[in-house]
């Protein structure tokens, strides 16, 4: 059995680490792992994906259209783009988070509103204020580790040594932080 | 020991244990990562970035004569510039192994086409390998030493973008220690003057013969019989692809040693099969040597020519669509292309040229590519790296024949891409003396693919100092004598030095000094820069009136509120001042971040 966990968002918004992490700790578990990535004019403020899947032996490191158990979104109107890629019987978690692409930066788009409640009529959807949490937590940066924490619980990893792993992969002056982050995160779900 | 690692970090585990001694690249998407991560093994391998592909080639076959094993890589354009010694190389053959990686990019996620690179590997006559996941990629990488020191050819292992970037679970070995070998003296081997080459020519067929026959007994290639109604013939990534939409309900070919094909395990499988599927990216490589074998097959009349061919495009070719799957509206989603970041000092230059009429702009790859698009709109083509000052030049040289001339040429390069082939073009200008305005974005690093060190940032891959190369010293020595060094940031300096260029009736050279917002400032950045990208610009909102003249530069940093009709700016500025230059109401002010 292959599970497939899509992670969406815009460059610069940790979803590499946060899934380097995931990875890590599924490999650590025992499964076979693979992800993929795009990078390169992505990071220029483009829409990003990273594609985590795992079980007892895995073929490809893509997702594939209705592929995925579990859609988490970084970003609200990413959710909506990457959608098409859920399962129909998949979940979502969604960070009540916006950030203009240019288009509507300089006016000639509005961002789509209702994407929150779009979601929720088409699978079941959580949503998530990471930023508020990291920034109650004393850091906006942990933002991608929250929503790892949303993941794992999600998809019921929380049997995983997931201190170990934020240990042995995060500077050493920001592991409590991480750990809290996560933490948290699993709350949420 | 196992380790998470993506086809590129597994090619240098693999060049690694290989005993490689000497690599050299020049970066380019999805290859890049490939050197760097060589790089880390710097007790064992000597890792070099070159100005270009043929450079790093030509000292790669260089090292190769002198004995050690060694290796370069680059993206799928990168062999066309690297293409020359490629082919002759091919002839000599190698003292110590040689292997070359082409990082192909079907669907062309950060690249100019989607040329197949395996019809090089034909082309020139050489040993080809395809690994599908890092395992491969990295078991490949060695293999390919062996080969190509048995059979004296350099080798072309290809990968694709998903190989290179995907992640995978890799056991890894300690390194096998191989002797750089003694390098003997023989013209007849390695000095290519015809009397030699025609000798040289017929080896290469024989060389063929030998490699055809490994590749028929190789388990490289291997055949998975399962149900024999559908036969699937594959090659990398596909593989898996295939894998994942047949499963077990159906047999598989799959292909790992791809030049020379094997046709005697084709042509078994072929026949015991009622279907053929080859299932290929890019071009119909592996299927029209099926054909010429005599076999039908369902090839590109089924699949597309171009694009991934991911599971759920193959679900759609073979069985008419794909998974079932959630759908939404997809018009309320709002495009997000990419944009130069807040602070990018191409940003100023652009937005100044961008308002300007009668100029033909010659672009180059880079980010600064992204001045083609709106709001600057200030780019009519690019064609390869380099191409800007030579295209340029000829577009100058046309625009000069005719009374008036239409409009003026402006060539628009960074500061890497003008190191990799812009100085040869700037000689061309020169010596045949067009009245071209070449400007080189010099942002003091190579920032599209994720900031390498080049000849001009003073420093080497491994982080070392180094001798810099001045770019204005260059110019000079190119024989331009108008060359302007200014800030990009500083708008009326931008202004001024295009009226000065254009009143010229001679060759000009602007370079426009400035690092990128990303880049991590070195001792010397620290000291020539001093402060920036540490403050902040802020909008009155009393004093604005909507005029959106800062919208208009293009800063992702700037939003403008419908509703109120104003505009205010995030928290990611740096304080570049471009905005705060345009604003008509001197709104815009600085503050301390």
Do not use: W
């Given at each position: 059995m292959v599970k497939s966990i899509l992670l969406v968002g815009v460059g610069g918004q940790g979803t590499i680490l946060a899934s380097k992490l995931l990875t890590t700790g599924l490999m650590e578990a025992g499964y076979d792992v693979k992800m993929s990535e795009i990078h390169g004019m992505s990071q220029r403020g483009g829409s990003v994906s990273s594609q985590v899947r795992y079980g007892d032996k895995v073929e490809a490191s893509v997702i594939e259209v209705g592929g995925a158990d579990i859609l988490v979104s970084f970003e609200k109107m990413e959710a909506l783009r990457w959608l098409k890629y859920l399962k129909p019987s998949g979940k979502v978690v969604v960070n009540d988070y916006q950030i203009n692409s240019m288009p509507i930066l300089s006016g000639k788009f509005d961002y789509p509103s209702g994407i929150l409640e779009e979601l929720a009529s088409k699978a079941p959807t959580t949503v998530v204020d990471a930023a508020k949490h990291a920034t109650e937590i004393g850091n906006p940066k942990v933002m991608n580790i929250i929503l790892l924490g949303t993941i794992i619980k999600a998809m019921g990893l929380q049997d995983i040594d997931w201190k170990k792993i934020i240990s042995d992969n995060v500077k050493v002056e920001f592991v409590e932080l991480n750990l809290k982050a996560l933490t948290l995160g699993m709350s949420l779900v | 020991m196992k380790k998470l690692l993506t086809g590129n970090e597994a090619i240098a585990r693999g060049a690694y244990e290989a005993g490689v001694k000497y690599a050299s690249a020049y970066p380019g998407t999805p290859s890049t990562e490939i050197l760097e991560n060589i790089a880390t093994y710097q007790d064992d391998i000597l890792a070099e970035w070159a100005p270009n592909e043929k450079v790093a080639l030509e000292a790669v076959i260089g090292a190769s004569v002198a004995g050690a094993r060694s290796i370069a890589s680059m993206k799928h354009v990168g062999v066309n510039v690297a293409a020359d010694p490629l082919f002759t190389y091919a002839y000599t053959g190698v003292n110590g192994g040689m292997v070359l990686v082409t990082a192909d990019e079907p669907g062309q996620h950060s690249s100019q086409n989607e040329q197949d690179n395996r019809n090089y590997a034909k082309f020139a006559k050489i040993a080809m390998l395809e690994p599908t996941d890092s395992q491969e990629a990295k078991d490949m990488t060695k293999l390919a030493f062996e080969i190509s020191e048995k059979y004296d050819t350099p080798v072309l292992l290809r990968v694709t973008t998903r190989v290179c970037h995907s992640k995978a679970i890799v056991e890894c070995e300690d390194r096998n220690e191989v002797e750089i070998k003694t390098y003997v003296k023989n013209t007849k081997k390695y000095l290519t003057v015809p009397m030699h080459a025609r000798i040289l020519r017929l080896k290469v067929e024989e060389r063929l013969q030998a490699l055809k026959k490994f590749s028929n007994e190789t388990n490289l290639n291997y055949i998975e019989w399962n149900d024999t109604k559908i036969g699937i013939i594959a090659s990398g990534g596909c593989c898996s692809y295939a894998k994942e939409v047949f499963g077990n309900t159906a047999s598989y070919l799959k292909l790992g040693f791809t030049h020379p094909l094997p046709d005697e395990k084709i042509k078994e499988f072929c026949s015991k099969v009622e279907k053929v599927y080859v299932i290929e990216e890019n071009d119909p490589y592996i299927e029209e040597q099926v054909r010429i074998l005599g076999f039908n097959c369902f090839g590109k009349d089924l699949f597309p020519f171009c694009g991934e061919l991911t599971p759920d495009v193959i679900r759609k070719a073979v069985f008419g669509k794909e998974n079932p799957a959630l759908d939404c509206d997809q018009d309320k989603v709002v495009p997000r292309p990419p944009t130069l970041c807040a602070g990018c000092p191409h940003r100023g230059f652009f937005y100044t040229i961008g308002k300007r009429k009668n100029l033909l702009i010659s672009g180059d790859i880079g980010c600064y590519t992204l001045g083609f698009a709106e709001p600057y709109n200030a780019m009519d083509y690019n064609i390869c790296m380099g191409a800007s000052i030579s295209a340029g030049h000829g577009a100058q040289q046309v625009f000069a024949m005719q009374n008036p001339a239409p409009m003026r040429t402006v060539a628009v390069l960074g500061d890497s891409t003008f190191f990799h082939t812009g100085v040869n073009s700037l000689l061309h200008v020169?010596?045949?003396?067009?009245?071209?305005?070449?400007?080189?974005?010099?942002?003091?690093?190579?920032?599209?693919?994720?900031?390498?060190?080049?000849?001009?940032?003073?420093?080497?891959?491994?982080?070392k100092p180094t001798k810099v190369v001045d770019i204005e010293k260059l110019v000079r020595a190119c024989g331009i004598d108008q060359v302007k060094v200014i800030n990009p940031n500083d708008l009326k300096a931008v202004e001024d030095a295009l009226d000065w260029a254009l009143s010229l009736d001679e060759p000009s050279v602007i370079i426009t000094r400035w690092p990128c917002v990303?880049?991590?400032?070195?001792?010397?950045?620290?000291?020539?820069?001093?402060?920036?990208?540490?403050?902040?610009?802020?909008?009155?909102?009393?004093?604005?009136?909507?005029?959106?003249?800062?919208?208009?530069?293009?800063?992702?940093?700037?939003?403008?509120?419908?509703?109120?009709?104003?505009?205010?700016?995030?928290?990611?500025?740096?304080?570049?001042?471009?905005?705060?230059?345009?604003?008509?109401?001197?709104?815009?002010?600085?503050?301390?971040?």
């Open positions: - | 020169t010596y045949n003396g067009s009245n071209t305005i070449t400007v080189i974005l010099d942002n003091r690093i190579t920032g599209m693919t994720g900031h390498q060190e080049n000849p001009g940032s003073g420093y080497t891959l491994q982080g990303l880049k991590k400032f070195s001792p010397e950045d620290k000291e020539e820069f001093k402060g920036s990208f540490t403050t902040r610009c802020k909008i009155d909102q009393d004093a604005c009136i909507g005029c959106t003249k800062c919208v208009k530069t293009g800063c992702p940093a700037i939003y403008f509120d419908k509703a109120s009709k104003k505009s205010s700016i995030g928290l990611d500025c740096v304080g570049c001042e471009v905005c705060l230059q345009v604003c008509p109401k001197l709104a815009i002010q600085k503050e301390e971040a």
